[in-house]
């Protein structure tokens, strides 16, 4: 019985560690660097991803993200802005953002 409960235990324990990855993916960038996005803007509740990102994995765990989004202005109108961020994962989990910093943020309207 002493057996078959430390082999429960083990196999859970397996189970739940290999779900988290140990290293950064386009995909913990991408929430990232969009939870660092969606910070910076005056109406965060807004914001409307165009869905046509791309992340440039620069090395280092380090990416760079680029996307089009819609976001309100301070005047209350909607704008097209195009965006870019660098973040960079400071290790632990990398799905969590806290374990993210963020760099270099350009919000561009675009014309």
């Not at 290293?23 to 046509?52: G, M, Q, V």
Request: proline fraction near 4%; include cysteine; charge should be positive.
């Amino acid at each position: 019985m002493k057996n078959l409960i430390l082999t429960t235990i083990a196999t859970v324990f397996l189970l739940l560690t290999s779900c988290v990855h140990s290293t950064p993916n386009n995909s913990d960038a991408k929430e990232a660097a969009r939870a660092a996005i969606i910070h910076n803007l005056k109406d965060p509740t807004s914001a409307k991803f165009y869905h046509n990102e791309t992340i440039n994995n620069i090395g280092n765990n380090t990416f760079v993200y680029t996307e089009t989004l819609i976001a309100t202005n301070s005047f209350g109108g909607s704008i097209v802005q195009n965006v870019t961020v660098k973040v960079k994962w400071k290790g632990g989990n990398p799905s969590k953002i806290e374990n993210w910093e963020w760099s270099d943020l350009q919000i561009i309207p675009r014309k």
